[in-house]
């Protein structure tokens, strides 16, 4: 690792390491249909990987759907408390969604993360939601590989190809 928490740490994406980062990966069936959907999951400065996975389970280093296929890296030094702030908003975060149901629609993984940059107060805000998530994800967010970005897309693609030979063909 690099020793100032403003420079960018040393990612593993053969061991799914991603430090100070929120990581992202399809959900089958729900992200073919729409891309723009997935499960999240968010990184502690070590890189271990924490995801509210369902009903009273938060995974360490075992997406429930898989390896990331994207990140948004962030920096530690706009978490109150730096790098310790931000590892122990991450860790009250997951100890908090320990004890709560999982809701696919209003209290899910990305309330998980939201809830961990609410507590480190990230970038001085407190308004982090599953919503403005999945939007910042969508614009900041990096692939992990070019078979992280055919993972996303190719089953909404092969779909929509699909769909689309039928309609043309049942003119």
């Not at 993984?109 to 990230?122: E, G, Q």
């Not at 910042?136 to 070019?146: E, N, Q, R, S, T």
């Not at 970005?149 to 092969?158: E, G, V």
Request: with cysteine; proline share 6%; glycine share 8%.
């Amino acid at each position: 690792m690099i020793s100032d928490p403003d420079l960018a740490p040393v990612m593993d994406f053969n061991k799914d390491r991603y430090p100070y980062c929120i990581v992202w990966t399809p959900i089958p069936i729900l992200t073919w249909l729409f891309p723009m959907i997935g499960h999240m999951g968010v990184c502690m400065s070590s890189g271990v990987i924490r995801d509210f996975a369902g009903p009273y389970h938060v995974s360490e280093d075992n997406m429930a759907f898989g390896r990331p296929t994207k990140y948004w890296q962030l920096t530690p030094s706009k978490a109150r408390g730096g790098p310790s702030g931000w590892d122990e908003a991450v860790l009250e975060a997951s100890d908090i969604y320990k004890g709560r149901m999982h809701n696919l629609c209003c209290d899910n993984c990305h309330s998980h993360v939201a809830t961990a940059l609410n507590l480190m107060r990230y970038d001085n805000s407190m308004s982090w939601n599953m919503v403005k998530l999945c939007i910042m994800c969508l614009i900041y967010g990096k692939y992990v590989g070019f078979g992280g970005f055919l993972k996303t897309w190719l089953p909404f693609l092969i779909i929509v190809s699909i769909i689309i030979v039928i309609a043309l063909t049942v003119k």
